[in-house]
């Protein structure tokens, strides 16, 4: 493979060259095309040919301020100018900053932190905190959760993500509960009526499993379809931890930073966690940042004893100077609270689409924060494609959908059956109006499918 030198690579190359250089992700290599984008605002980017298209899914849920905030490409420059780097062993303004910031915004308890610079290592963290503080191994997840890509984040997770690392992901000590899901009960559950009967599960788990450390959830579920837990489960599921000495870990890389209309999910129960892992929205993704947030009880443990744990990039100034500007201008801006105001639009706008085309099983979400789940037939709820199919490369319906979603200027997240509807807190209803009409358009498609 002969490529251009670095200094005379033409436009037209860009995509090709990035293609033959660089791994596509979480697919199969053949048929990546991967968009040569030019230029972002707001809530839309620009490729090299000059076509816009709203960003109907925030770049993987991280862009909640709007692509190119000034204020904060303003702090990046600030910070580089004021101190670009010192090792994790120092204070630094920008450490201390937004240090007081979390604790504002935070739920309460959660006082120590250890900054890196992704979810997945904010998990990394999270579970051997978890561990050396309790001396035990094992850490219940569930099934439709993704929790990151590394060794261990990866066997937590508890989707298709997973498979390929097996057998290697058992022995990493997780053991996996059924999801919360409403609408399609994997216990198969009516709600209200199931006296909450997963939370139910994970207590006989913990009580079968023996040597567990912790249950970790992603307190709102993701881009595993956006599912809201009844407002008894996180109480429920708080008491029964605290009742066997288990500790309760939130994820809140995609749902924290205002995405669900509160700065946190688990705000909207009031339930406290013992340990917080973010990332995403903290900087609106513009620098990578991820948060492990303890509770003192937990960081006082390693005052006598030693914390194992550390990266050369933890606490790296560059990353949490714009973390300091992001919360400052989601609070100018009010987004948490425009996040909460524009969900009743989103949600009759999308629950329109349902009694209009067959295809739609159910709309679910909470703030800007939804997803459209496709079913082939309404009765049995069987979707379109199954996590197999994707593995196996099959094609999707719902990306079908997607791709002709995006030839109309709407770049909208698509997985599995179903879709992510996650604009930036920004958007208006005139932009929403314009993702939503697309997918109206396209979901003929389903329709014509459907039985
Ligand atoms: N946890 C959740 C709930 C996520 O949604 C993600 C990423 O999408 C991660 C962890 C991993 O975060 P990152 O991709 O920043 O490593």
């Not at 390929?164 to 053991?175: D, S, T, Y």
Request: hydrophobic share 40%; charged share 25%.
């Amino acid at each position: 493979m002969s490529q251009p030198a670095s200094s005379s690579i033409s436009a037209e190359s860009i995509s090709e060259l990035t293609r033959d250089t660089n791994y596509g992700t979480w697919r199969f290599q053949k048929g990546w095309k991967p968009l040569h984008v030019v230029d972002a605002e707001g809530c839309w980017f620009t490729d090299d040919a000059g076509k816009r298209y709203l960003d109907m899914s925030s770049q993987l849920m991280c862009v909640n301020l709007g692509h190119k905030n000034p204020r904060v490409i303003e702090s990046i420059a600030e910070q580089a100018r004021e101190l670009p780097f010192m090792g994790p062993a120092y204070a630094t303004n920008a450490r201390a900053r937004l240090s007081a910031k979390l604790l504002e915004l935070l739920p309460a308890g959660l006082e120590k932190f250890f900054f890196t610079t992704s979810g997945t290592d904010a998990n990394e963290a999270a579970f051997k905190i978890a561990r050396m503080v309790t001396g035990k191994n094992k850490i219940i997840s569930r099934y439709r959760s993704y929790h990151g890509s590394t060794a261990a984040s990866i066997a937590a997770t508890g989707d298709l993500r997973r498979w390929a690392m097996e057998p290697a992901g058992k022995g990493m000590g997780f053991v996996f509960a059924p999801e919360t899901n409403c609408y399609k009960c994997p216990i198969g559950h009516t709600y209200p009526g199931c006296n909450i009967a997963c939370a139910d599960y994970i207590d006989h788990m913990i009580r079968n499993e023996g040597d567990v450390a912790a249950v970790l959830v992603e307190p709102i579920v993701g881009t595993n379809g956006v599912l809201i837990p009844p407002p008894e489960y996180l109480p429920k599921l708080r008491e029964i931890c605290d009742r066997h000495s288990v500790l309760l870990i939130a994820d809140e890389v995609m749902t924290g930073w205002g995405r669900t209309g509160k700065w946190f999910a688990v705000d909207h129960w009031n339930v406290k966690p013992d340990i917080l892992t973010t990332a995403k929205g903290i900087t609106s993704a513009y620098v990578p940042l991820g948060l492990c947030a303890t509770t003192k009880k937990l960081a006082d443990y390693f005052e006598d004893r030693y914390f194992s744990h550390g990266h050369t990039y933890e606490a790296h100034p560059i990353t949490l100077g714009p973390a300091v500007a992001t919360i400052e201008e989601m609070q100018r801006l009010a987004l948490v609270e425009r996040a909460a105001e524009m969900e009743p639009y989103l949600r009759e706008r999308l629950e329109g689409l349902k009694t209009k085309h067959v295809s739609i099983g159910d709309v679910h979400g909470i703030g800007l924060f939804f997803a459209v789940e496709l079913v082939k037939n309404r009765t049995t709820k069987e979707p379109f494609n199954t996590m197999r199919d994707k593995v196996e490369g099959k094609p999707l319906v719902v990306d079908q959908i997607a791709a002709k979603m995006m030839a109309d200027g709407v770049a909208q997240q698509s997985w599995v059956s179903h879709f992510v509807i996650a604009p930036p807190l920004i958007v208006t209803k005139e932009e929403l109006d314009f993702g939503i009409d697309a997918l109206d358009r396209h979901l003929a498609i389903a329709d014509a499918l459907a039985v």
